[in-house]
């Protein structure tokens, strides 16, 4: 939870809404030419 995708492209798709599992919908885009990705998680620190 709490995790997040960051991206950047010179060409971006329109958004699909997307079905998962009943009624649970989820978003897709295509990212074209020079596109760069990055995972922003939270550290979690255990005891």
Known sequence: MGDRIIA???K???VKVITKSGRH???????R???Y???DKKIKFIK
């Not at 919908?25 to 990212?31: D, G, N, S």
């Open 12 to 14: 971006i798709s329109d």
């Open 8 to 10: 950047e492209a010179r």
């Open 33 to 35: 030419d020079n596109a």
């Open 37 to 39: 990705c990055l995972i």
């Open 25 to 31: 919908k989820a978003q897709r885009v295509i990212l």
